[in-house]
């Protein structure tokens, strides 16, 4: 069985920020990600990294403001987002999969609770 928590969401003024964690228990898997949820909307695909090949995979909205890291030995799965936007405002999911990197949800066997950020202008 494996369980990922997140943390690290909260307040963040635009222009701002965040690093959020994903902390993995269980058997080690091939894909960590991130995806998020904003208000009213379906949830999306951030990044994703592949941890023993380290190869990532960015959601264009945010390839130039976030980096994808950590993951490989059961290790925790980071997501710095630099130069935060009020679009950014969401739900942020972590996620993990067996397979290759994917930006598709049905890809990933294993979810997180969520952690809420904020970006307030």
């Known amino acids: 069985q494996v369980q990922l928590v997140e943390s690290g969401g909260g307040l963040v003024q635009a222009g701002g920020s965040l690093r959020l964690s994903c902390t993995p228990s269980?058997?080690?898997?091939?894909?960590y990600a991130w995806f998020r949820r904003a208000p009213g909307k379906e949830r999306e695909f951030v990044a994703a990294?592949?941890?023993?090949?380290?190869?990532?995979l960015y959601a264009d909205s945010v390839k130039a403001r976030c980096i994808i890291s950590g993951g490989s030995a059961r290790s925790t799965v980071y997501l710095q987002l630099n130069n935060l936007k009020r679009e950014d405002t969401a739900v942020y999911y972590c996620?993990?999969?067996?397979?290759?990197?994917?930006?598709?949800?049905?890809?990933?066997?294993?979810w997180g609770q969520g952690t809420q950020v904020t970006v307030s202008s």
């Open positions: 269980g058997r080690t898997l091939r894909t």
């Open positions: 996620a993990a999969s067996s397979r290759p990197p994917s930006n598709r949800e049905a890809d990933y066997d294993y």
């Open positions: 990294l592949d941890g023993g090949y380290g190869t990532s």
